[in-house]
């Protein structure tokens, strides 16, 4: 059974203890919550009654040309600027080593004039080879989904609608390979936009030009669709079109994020552990618990519906449904006892898989937007990890002890616990892991892995208090000051309620893949599909509200906020496959 | 060129780690350097002027303690950048002032030594005063102080020249720094005698220079781009199959 610890802020919240929730294979079955990046923009947009329209719409019969969208919030204007171009179909990759995209795009503070606009012609194509101007938020670059695309464009040109199977099995139309912000190129530092109400939490700004590119794509194929048959072509049904998201591939190059934000992390987790606690302790009542069937539900089919490559990403996901089965069965059986969301967390804990554990905590938090949605705002963080000097080792010791346990005890000398090796390859400069026995490069090791340093920091600590039982912590810094940072990062994460990742980086059994979802779930991402064990394909938005939907007055306030887990529109809205 | 705060920062971080600093103290200089730029002092100027006295810093540098008592410290600094180790000089103050209410720590025998207002920057939003002061040898010789009030992360500076005789072989080559928890070091720089105030600049000023820094960038030469690049460059690998199998789909 989980062990809970009370929070000092609010002793009446019980929070999963920082053992259970921190350790990496949990963190890799997170699924994203109403909390999430993408779910937090859908719904700000609503609330704030953004306006966005598409200005500028200057794309020749095969698409390629530029787009410009307008978004006007209650005080910011911004834009989103996309470059489409042909590619040739050999330089078309995911890879981050790639040099040529279908498209660019980037999210533009403020007005976009000629001078700018000539700019970004001439540099957001080239993305990191380029130098972006620093009115840019936001830059990216995405490919087409080849098969899905021009079967969307054939269907619509020739009057019809695309199939449901290519609906089904790619639920986007194109795919980001890298979402740029916070200074890259040239563009603006997460500093300045920082205090600003749009886009002041984390990865906002990307969320808000990915959503943008969502509805171009759709534009673009009903253009082209158009322009190859103006008499037959049709516009796509609107239910295919909610459907649709924007995919993304992505490798190792995300998973240094987590170990070098640990104070953003911690406090991503805190906001998800406090919604978390904050719905065990409602008092569950019967609409509650048809809300939480019908969740499972809607979870259930989307699981059935995934279609994924990985066979054991596959594999867990089918788990995950049948066991949500289970978990419908066993509300409906189960007494409307106050204590039945604990129950219920305690039995599937007990009885299923880590996914569904998460999964059933997803849906939990989905049932309290009143009591949770604020905590959106406490996702941000002022990083900076400073030394306590005047700290007495002892203390240190101490904090070592406690909060590091996990890491100090462990053995880091055998082929096994010391098998990686993390680096940053000459190729764009992009995290690559290595095995430490068989490839070169070990001794410009990045320096992620933290358990084996903190365990360093304890050894020499403990000889330096032999002889100093009442030196402080800047005598260990100026006799070892290669601990500089190591320190300066236990003191630090010591004093936050989750602290660190609780893995050691370098053992053989450490799955990167595992920081890599449990970041994409705070982005929003669904449709987890690993390939291999570096890198992954996603999707963002998919079920997500339409601009349309923003625009009219008559749509269900709900469709802005309750959109995860996106099941595929009935077959009656798509023709089927013959 | 123009580059971002964060680009800088992080393009000097991987050049630090390229000529050998550690870790932290990689963090530590390539945050000083760009606390300069970002505030208008030119710190990728005074680092490139005289790479030597960075680059030969070792991974394990610290100052070397010459005297030290519950309220002071004098150090030898090696002729190296105030890149190398005055993060933990300045350190080693922080913790005596914290302890006795007020400290001095002396820096001998130090290179770059403007580059450790970035660090003092950060010492003082920590919620110490701060002032720190050292002679440039140039003719005519110039006094410089700094001073940043407890909580502030901008200072104010003064430069003055002084007019008294120096001996000839007078190195100027030392950084004095104070803290003080409780009292307000320096409100306003005296001048006296045949100095003259050469230049000052307040604390609006640099909190100016910061945001223009964050909503224009920084012009940076290329030739200095480069350099840093180069040795940032030492810190990659070289790519092989193995490790692009973790740069994506080989489609």
Wanted: hydrophobic fraction near 40%; charge should be negative.
């Amino acid at each position: 059974m989980t062990e809970l610890t009370h929070t000092f802020e609010e002793p009446s919240l019980s929070l999963r203890t920082p053992a259970t929730v921190m350790d990496l294979e949990r963190l890799g079955s997170f699924s994203p919550t109403r909390l999430s990046f993408a779910r937090r923009l859908t719904r700000m947009m609503f609330q704030q009654k953004w306006q966005v329209s598409c200005t500028q719409f200057e794309l020749d019969a095969l698409g390629h040309g530029e787009a410009v969208y307008r978004l006007q919030t209650p005080t910011h204007r911004y834009h989103v600027v996309i470059f489409s171009q042909y590619l040739e179909d050999d330089r078309r990759t995911d890879r981050v080593i790639a040099e040529a995209w279908d498209l660019t795009f980037c999210l533009v503070e403020g007005d976009v004039d000629p001078e700018l606009m000539s700019a970004m012609a001439a540099n957001v194509p080239l993305q990191e080879a380029g130098r972006q101007h620093p009115k840019l938020l936001v830059i990216s670059r995405a490919n087409k989904s080849m098969r899905n695309f021009e079967a969307f464009v054939s269907a619509l040109a020739s009057g019809q609608q695309p199939h449901i199977d290519y609906v089904r099995e790619a639920g986007y139309l194109y795919r980001t390979t890298a979402v740029y912000g916070n200074g890259k190129f040239g563009i603006a530092d997460y500093d300045r936009v920082k205090g600003s109400v749009d886009f002041e939490q984390p990865f906002s700004a990307q969320m808000a030009a990915v959503y943008i590119l969502r509805e171009f794509s759709v534009d673009q194929v009903e253009h082209i669709a158009r322009q190859r048959d103006p008499s037959r072509a049709m516009t796509l049904d609107t239910d295919t079109r909610r459907y649709l998201g924007i995919g993304n591939s992505t490798g190792l190059g995300m998973a240094p994020f987590l170990i070098n934000h640990p104070q953003l992390i911690s406090q991503w987790i805190l906001a998800r552990e406090r919604a978390l606690a904050t719905a065990y302790s409602q008092t569950p009542d019967e609409p509650g618990r048809q809300r939480l069937v019908q969740l499972c539900r809607r979870a259930m089919v989307y699981l059935g519906e995934s279609q994924i490559e990985d066979d054991a990403q596959a594999e867990r996901n089918l788990v995950a449904r049948d066991e949500l089965a289970q978990v419908i069965a066993w509300l409906e059986q189960v007494a409307l006892e106050p204590d039945l969301w604990r129950r219920l967390v305690e039995w599937s804990e007990t009885f299923q898989s880590l996914e569904t554990q998460e999964l059933i905590n997803t849906l939990l938090i989905e049932l309290y937007p009143q009591q949770v949605d604020a905590l959106n705002d406490a996702m941000s963080a002022e990083e900076n990890l400073d030394l306590v000097p005047d700290m007495p080792l002892v203390e240190l010791r101490q904090i070592l002890e406690t909060h590091f346990d996990w890491a100090i005890n462990a053995d880091y000398e055998s082929d096994e616990t010391r098998y990686w090796f993390w680096y940053q390859s000459a190729e764009k400069e992009e995290p690559r892991l290595g095995i430490r026995a068989e490839e070169q490069g070990a001794e410009k090791e990045l320096g992620l892995a933290i358990a084996p340093m903190a365990e360093q920091v304890y050894r020499h600590l403990n000889a330096l208090l032999q002889k100093q039982p009442a030196g402080l912590t800047i005598e260990l810094v100026m006799r070892h000051p290669e601990h500089m940072a190591a320190v300066r990062r236990i003191q630090t994460m010591a004093a936050t309620v989750y602290g660190e990742i609780r893995a050691n980086l370098w053992h053989r059994d450490m799955k990167p893949m595992h920081l890599l979802r449990a970041k994409l779930s705070f982005l929003g991402a669904h449709g987890f599909d690993p390939r291999g064990d570096r890198w992954v394909r996603v999707t963002f938005f998919q079920g997500a509200p339409l601009l349309s939907d923003f625009g009219d007055a008559s749509t269900d306030p709900r469709r802005f906020d309750d959109w995860s887990f996106p099941v595929a529109p009935a077959k009656a809205a798509v023709a089927s496959v013959a | 060129m123009n580059v971002s705060l964060n680009e800088l920062q992080s393009v000097c971080r991987k050049a630090f780690l390229g000529m050998g600093f550690a870790v932290g103290h990689a963090d530590d200089a390539a945050a000083m350097v760009t606390w300069l730029q970002s505030h208008g002092l030119q710190g990728l100027s005074v680092l490139t002027k005289n790479m030597a006295c960075v680059t030969a810093a070792t991974s394990r540098q610290r100052p070397q303690i010459v005297f030290e008592d519950d309220g002071l410290a004098v150090v030898d600094g090696q002729n190296l950048s105030v890149l190398a180790s005055g993060n933990l000089a300045m350190e080693l103050a922080y913790t005596k002032a914290t302890k006795q209410g007020f400290a001095a720590v002396r820096m001998q025998q130090c290179r770059q030594r403007q580059l450790i207002v970035g660090y003092l920057a950060r010492l003082a939003g920590r919620g110490i005063n701060v002032t720190a002061c050292w002679r440039h040898s140039q003719s005519p010789l110039l006094e410089q102080v700094v001073n940043f009030r407890a909580g502030s992360t901008v200072p104010s500076i003064t430069a003055t020249t002084v007019s008294e005789p120096v001996p000839v072989d007078a190195t100027h080559d030392d950084l004095t720094v104070f803290m003080a928890k409780h009292l307000e070091l320096m409100p306003e720089t005296t001048v006296q005698g045949q100095q003259a105030v050469q230049y000052r600049r307040d604390e609006a000023e640099f909190t100016l220079a910061r945001k223009a820094a964050l909503q224009q960038g920084m012009t940076v030469s290329p030739d200095v781009w480069n350099q840093l690049k180069a040795f940032a460059a030492l810190t990659l690998v070289q790519a092989s199959e193995a490790s692009r199998t973790g740069a994506g789909p080989s489609d």
